[in-house]
Each structure stands twice: as C-alpha cells, then as structure tokens.
C-alpha cells in the first residue's frame, strides 16, 4: 500500500501565495487535526457532529473527515485486512494534513485501532496540530448501543476481523483529550474539547 515517498520522479512541491498564517488570520482561530479514536458505538461520529456544529456557530472554519464517508469515496478500495487499515488511516493522515494546513479545524472519526498508525498520522503534522482526542466507552456500552448492528453480526460470526471483538483496539496512552462518552452526554463532551482547544490557544475564549 502506502510508501515512504511518491513512487512518481520528478516532483516539486509548490507553495502558494496564500500562507497559512495569513489563512488562520482570516479564519479567527488556528489549524489543527482533531483525531477522534474509539470503539465501535462509542460516540466519534456523533461527538464529531457536535464539535463540528458547535465550532461553526462560532464561525470557525471545519469540516469533518467520517470513516464510512470516506470509504465511500477515496478510500472505497479498502477493506478491513490490518495493511489495508493501515493504508486507510494513513491517506487521512495526508488529507487531514493539507486541511490543517488551510488554517481549517478538522475533525477525524475512524476508529484508527493502532497506535503506531496513529503515531504516523500525528508524524505528519507539525508540533501541535495534532490532537488525539479519545472517545472512550467500555465494550458493553459500545455494544449495546450498536448503532449499525455490527456487534450482532461479529458475534454470529458475520464480520470477521472487528474491533473489540476478535481484532484488537489499542487505547491511546496519552491523549490531549479523553472524554468518557458512558457517563458524559455528547453536549459536556464537545464542552471539554472545545475548552482545551481554548486553553491550548487554539480558538480565542468563546
């Protein structure tokens, strides 16, 4: 899948007129990457959404970068296998870069069951711009709530290779920020993000 450099020669890298201090200046608030990581059902999509609501209301610049959206998409020749994870995660790594760089807010909901992936994915960006947000729920929670059914269909052994179940999902050690979505509802969970995005200087106090 993915490589170290372009497998094209010849390339240069060509930078516009436009920096991206004088973008973030226009915008009112600093780039960055909100990567939001969890289990299945633990509620990344929809903190995603509140975030992204929130956030705007405030005329923030966002947009956010949806797990089943993008495989719709730019990633619809991925499956589940680890390599193809990994492939996954590391072309969002590259999209979520570019949109940071437009001084834009973006918010990434994909489960991104590795560190090492995520820790590639935090790589691309510079000191700072990446922030691991982590949308924790035990298992029981996640499954019983199972929003798409998915529990059911991996304990019938429909699905094969799912998260939680029978592939493994590696918590962050040390994120920004956790929020516990089992005792917290989707409101103080994007509270808590949108605080620490202030106290970090991020976004001026609302």
């Not at 990457?33 to 966002?62: I, P, Y």
């Not at 691309?124 to 059914?149: M, N, Q, W, Y």
Request: net charge negative.
């Amino acid at each position: 899948m993915g490589t170290d450099g372009p497998k094209a020669e010849n390339l240069t890298w060509h930078g516009g007129e436009v920096s991206r201090a004088d973008r973030e200046r226009a915008h009112g608030h600093r780039g960055a990457t909100l990567w939001l990581t969890g289990l299945s059902g633990s509620g990344k999509s929809t903190l995603a959404g509140r975030l992204d609501a929130k956030l705007h209301a405030r005329g923030c610049v966002t947009y956010v970068l949806d797990g089943d959206n993008v495989r719709h998409g730019l990633n619809r020749d991925l499956g589940f296998a680890p390599e193809e994870r990994k492939e996954n995660i590391r072309r969002i790594g590259e999209v979520a870069k570019l949109f940071t760089d437009a001084g834009v807010i973006v918010l990434t909901a994909f489960i991104s069951p590795y560190r090492d992936d995520r820790a590639q994915a935090r790589a691309l960006l510079p000191e700072g711009d990446f922030i691991e947000v982590h949308v924790d729920a035990d298992l029981d929670t996640c499954e019983s709530r199972d929003p798409k059914g998915l529990y059911k269909k991996a304990r019938a052994g429909e699905i094969r290779g799912f998260t939680g179940i029978d592939a493994p999902y590696e918590a962050p050690a040390s994120p920004e920020v956790r929020v516990d979505t089992s005792v917290q509802n989707p409101d103080a969970c994007a509270d808590q993000v949108i605080a620490w995005l202030e106290a970090k200087g991020i976004l001026a106090p609302g």
